[in-house]
């Protein structure tokens, strides 16, 4: 494998003025030297910053292809089709940087957990274990199969073995559990180890029980996914999350990373996808535009967030069929844009997760008994979710969407079809979990786009309409009378019907660690990952 080098910034004060650069790395790889000085030089708390804003940037750069595949983004008619991705004949060389980032990522957290564990600074060594699992819940999640125990320990093992999705999640729940503990115990004073944890933390500020709260929306997260999975005990793992005490993360507790953002170091979303430190739109602005099914999908139900989420083109609220070709029409100019809510500001945080995802987690999983509280508890958490989306967009009050959309299923989870009545004894029940998905698909639009992608691969939609035919995959729209979806590209050089429901490993994992990888048999991009088992 190839070795490279890690950067790290000096101070916070570095972070803040060098945010761009402080952790940058060169080409990849999943283990990193550990022989070098700035391994060996680097404090744990000059790497939390620089850590986080990186995570940080993973969550707001990598998810382009996903966008367009989950309906909400399409390549405008200025640019010339991009034929791997709107085939769907995704190679080893499609998609990398998620890979690459999260493995470099996870590698400064390692060595956080590794020096702050040796001076006692559980604050840090808690958020670091935290962090990773975030980080390995992605990989898992887009590649299946990963290296995870043999992972992380630079040059000592340059070909890791890949461990099992499954048992990946497993002990992702056992390091979170001890991150949090951690944090719990930590003792902060302006002398010991976890000084300045207040202002190193660039997420949370110190804030113990917010990241209690994290923690535990991330391990219902995983819960979520797996929730077909015989190998997780749900009971016993919501136990565990009860008897912790701090909850989940609720109204405006949304995770947002902010080492100080500023013109010429600003937020990583609003430099990709709107305007460089220069003030000119970005090739990707350019390149992204709404796609149809989408923004008609927000227009349909009179959605208040749908110029949020969108800016209007000299066509007004227009986007473009995904994999169309290019034609004059559908020129960049002419369609609508990645909106407001989403760019906001140079100088705005970085979201890692929402609020709103937090609420319509809990909604399903009081839909599915795991939470008490039967139908009453899942149109509270909805539509909190709901209001919360709303107010993190900038799209003010959510009521009059709600009120607007009764009886509308991807609205109003109190909808007859819904029969929220017999929430939980049906079996398995039926109905409001078409409300809480659709939810998340209009809420996670540019900001959790792997979340959506993952309901839409973990969900059978027989589970939500028994009578339907389609067996394998959740169906958007086509419930309330829209246009079924997420709608397949329009490439002429297409001939898939199926949305891709992973990655591949990149080709340097079959370059440099080929008998592990190899020893995952053959894998192309209908491969399941362990909890998609439709």
């Known amino acids: 494998m190839k070795l490279k080098k890690l950067i790290y910034g000096v101070s916070l004060a570095a972070l803040i003025v060098a945010v761009g650069s402080s952790c940058r790395k060169s080409q990849f790889n999943i283990n990193q030297t550990q022989n070098l000085p700035t391994d060996s030089t680097v404090t744990y708390d000059v790497i939390l910053p620089a ?69 006692g600074a559980g604050f840090y060594e808690g958020i670091a274990r935290i962090m990773k699992a975030h980080n390995f819940q992605i990989l898992v999640d887009v590649y299946g199969n990963v290296p995870y125990s043999q992972a992380l320990k630079g040059g000592a093992n340059p070909t890791p ?31 010991n180890a976890n000084k300045n944890i207040a202002t190193n933390d660039i997420m949370f500020n110190g804030d113990k029980l917010k990241w209690r709260k994290f923690g535990n929306t991330l391990k219902l997260r995983l819960l979520i996914h797996a929730y077909k999975v015989a190998g997780i005990n749900k009971t016993t793992e919501i136990g565990i999350i009860n008897t912790e005490g701090a909850g989940y993360l609720g109204a405006g507790e949304n995770a947002i990373i902010q080492p100080g953002y500023v013109a010429d170091k600003p937020n990583p979303f609003y430099n990709t996808y709107y305007r460089t430190v220069a003030g000119a739109q970005t090739a990707n602005n350019v390149y992204y535009r709404a796609n149809s099914w989408g923004i008609d999908y927000y227009t349909y139900n009179a959605d208040a967030r749908r110029s949020r989420f969108y800016e209007a083109g000299a066509n007004g609220y227009v986007g473009v069929a995904y994999g169309l070709p290019p034609i004059n029409a559908n020129a960049s ?29 809990q909604a399903e999983a009081a839909w599915r008994g795991w939470i008490p509280g039967g139908a009453a508890a899942v149109t509270t958490l909805t539509n ?11 799209a003010g009050s959510a009521a009059g969407y709600i009120s607007g959309n009764a009886g509308y299923s991807d609205v109003d989870v109190t909808a007859v079809s819904n029969t929220p009545a017999n929430i ?75 949305i891709p429901v992973r990655y591949l490993y990149p080709q340097s994992e079959y370059n440099y660690n080929a008998a592990n990888v190899g020893a995952q048999g053959t894998i192309d991009r209908y491969t399941k990952i362990f909890w998609d088992i439709n």
């Open 384 to 394: 909190a979710g709901i209001q919360e989306s709303f107010t993190y967009m900038g």
């Open 424 to 498: 939980p004894t049906l079996t398995p029940p039926v109905g409001g979990l078409f409300t809480i998905i659709s939810q998340k698909w209009f809420a996670l639009n540019g900001l959790n786009t792997l979340e959506v992608w993952t309901d839409y691969r973990r969900l059978e939609y027989k589970e939500v309409v028994p009578s339907s035919s389609v067996t394998d995959r959740f169906v958007y729209g086509a419930g309330v009378g829209y246009d079924p979806g997420p709608p397949i590209s329009v490439s002429p050089q297409n001939t898939s019907t199926k």
């Open 333 to 361: 100019s002419n369609l609508a844009a990645i909106g407001p809510g989403l760019y906001k500001s140079n100088t705005a945080g970085q979201l890692i997760m929402s609020s709103a995802e937090s609420y319509f987690l």
């Open 51 to 119: 850590a986080l804003h990186a995570s940080g940037t993973i969550v707001a750069t990598q998810w382009g292809p996903i966008q367009n595949w989950m309906g909400y983004w399409a390549r405008s008619g200025t640019y010339a089709p991009n034929v791997i991705e709107e085939t769907y004949e995704i190679t080893t060389g499609f998609g990398n940087g998620i890979w690459n980032a999260c493995y470099d990522n996870n590698y400064d957290y390692q060595i956080m957990i590794n020096k702050a564990s040796q001076v």
């Open 161 to 191: 073995s890949y461990d099992n999705g499954l048992d990946i999640y497993k002990d992702l729940l056992r390091e979170i559990d001890l991150g949090i503990d951690q944090i719990k115990n930590a003792t902060v004073t302006t002398t």
